[in-house]
């Protein structure tokens, strides 16, 4: 079983950045992929970045050029540097682990608002 802990979230004035982070423990696999979904109000959970051990990224081409995703393999530990933050990026922020041959996980989800 992999467990994953959220911390980062809040709230924060447009243009504003704000860093989430994610760490993984139990059974993780030395080969996996982790990242961050988000879910707005009314909306379906969509993908916002994820990384691979590897290093290489997805993002969302709404966040592209704005968020950074990173990851310290080490600690199990992924990073989400999020700047220029819109409205629209208001969300409950989801970590996710993925491995071959594992369940997906899910974390409880932090939430991410953007107002003035």
């Known amino acids: 079983q992999v467990q994953l802990v959220e911390s980062g979230g809040g709230l924060v004035q447009p243009g504003g950045s704000l860093r989430l982070s994610c760490a993984a423990s139990?059974?993780?696999?030395?080969?996996?992929?982790m990242g961050w979904y988000r879910q707005a109000p009314g909306k379906q959970r969509e993908v916002v970045a994820v990384m691979w051990t590897g290093g290489k990224a997805t993002y969302a081409d709404s966040v592209k050029g704005r968020f950074t995703i990173s990851r310290d393999n080490a600690e199990n530990t992924v990073y989400l540097q999020m700047n220029s933050l819109k409205p629209e990026d208001t969300a409950v922020y989801y970590c996710?682990?993925?491995?071959?041959?594992?369940?997906?996980?899910w974390g409880q989800g932090t939430q991410v608002t953007v107002s003035s």
């Open positions: 996710n682990y993925f491995a071959l041959g594992q369940f997906n996980v």
């Open positions: 139990g059974s993780v696999f030395s080969t996996n992929r």
